[in-house]
């Protein structure tokens, strides 16, 4: 039973361009979600996080969107650099307790 | 600023030897999570310790593994008679208890059982 899911294995973006990894969620109960960036041999790395009571935030590069009624967040990296490069989990808590990730996407940034 | 450390980073062992591997999270932070991932997929929740009361386990911790963390402060995740299915990258996030939803994760230790 996936509860988060990333359904694009992979995505390649040409530099400078507009990165969006896209995340689904089955739990209604879900209050809080985070996105993660992981490089191989290193532990997941926090990137940026939104309650449930908003719909945007933003920090820097990076702004989360999420669409509660669709059960739906989207994360775009602009503009995308070759050192976003990397695999980038969805991640989603009720109640800031357990983090449950997606499998997620592989982005490959080319310059 | 010290990030949350573990230890090893990297172990090999033989199927039915026991394994104990070590966290030490981020100094402030009284929450500390064990996950474990596998090729191809995210990682998985399998128990976490809010000081030193361990509060929940996942169905996937079973009896072969242990977790402690004796001092509210660094934690330890046995796992006994290994099997080669226990392979995996294993993982200690720490967090704040209050407001905390952010999770701060170590480099992971890399279980290979031959």
């Known amino acids: 039973d996936q509860q988060v899911k990333q359904n694009s294995p992979s995505l390649s973006v040409q530099e400078g361009r507009i990165s969006i990894l896209n995340c689904d969620y089955t739990?209604?109960?879900?209050?809080?979600f985070l996105w993660y960036k992981k490089y191989p041999a290193e532990g997941p790395t926090f990137l940026i996080s939104?309650?449930?009571?908003?719909d945007k935030n933003e920090d820097g590069r990076f702004t989360v969107f999420l669409n509660k009624s669709a059960k739906h967040l989207s994360l775009h990296i602009v503009p995308s650099q070759p050192g976003d490069s990397a695999v980038y989990f969805c991640?989603?808590?009720?109640?800031?307790?357990?983090?449950?990730f997606g499998a997620g996407t592989i982005l490959r940034v080319k310059s | 600023d010290t990030g949350v450390s573990q230890d090893p980073r990297h172990k090999i062992t033989k199927r039915g030897q026991n394994v104990t591997f070590r966290c030490d999270p981020i100094s402030e932070h009284n929450r500390l999570y064990w996950y474990r991932q596998t090729l191809g997929q995210g990682p998985e929740f399998l128990t976490y310790f809010q000081n030193e009361a361990q509060l929940e386990k996942s169905r996937l911790l079973s009896d072969r593994f242990s977790a402690e963390r004796p001092k509210g402060s660094f934690s330890t995740l046995e796992i006994q008679r290994t099997e080669q299915g226990d392979s995996a990258m294993y993982l200690c996030?720490?967090?704040?208890?209050?407001?905390?939803?952010?999770?701060?994760f170590g480099p992971g230790t890399r279980l290979t059982v031959t």
């Open positions: 939104i309650s449930s009571i908003k």
């Open positions: 739990n209604s109960m879900f209050d809080y």
């Open positions: 991640a989603a808590s009720e109640y800031g307790n357990k983090l449950v």
């Open positions: 996030a720490s967090s704040l208890a209050l407001g905390g939803y952010e999770q701060y």
